[in-house]
């Protein structure tokens, strides 16, 4: 067992869901979601860091390591926010892939009413 709190921060509603909260780890990793995919958040030691000395993981107790990390995926989450850094789910365009349709669709719930009508079932987005 890893032992480990996943804090998953979703930039379309800067909201954090931390998952093992209640076992009171000492160590907890950061994802940030943005809609489509997870990324992990790293502290570095600087641009000219290596990926090898990149941390994943943060004591979200310790003072003030632990609690600038936590802030700072908040700013980060916040700035990705405005910067419209997220792919909603009913914002996202797609292109049904069946052979000889290509229709498109603006919304995902658009796009999962025509799979459901035509049983297509690929859809990409453009």
Known sequence: MYRVELAAWNVETCTCHVFGEDQKYSRRAQLVYNGTHYDALVISDGATSSATT?????????????????????????????????????????????????LKFYSESAAKVHANKTGHDHFEEF
């Not at 390591?65 to 910067?83: C, F």
């Open 54 to 102: 990149d941390d994943t993981l943060i004591d979200p107790k310790s003072r003030p390591e632990g609690l600038d990390a936590i802030r700072a995926a908040k700013r980060l989450v916040r700035l990705m926010h405005t910067s419209s850094k997220f792919q909603g789910g009913e914002k996202r365009r797609l292109r049904c892939s069946a052979e000889g349709c290509g």
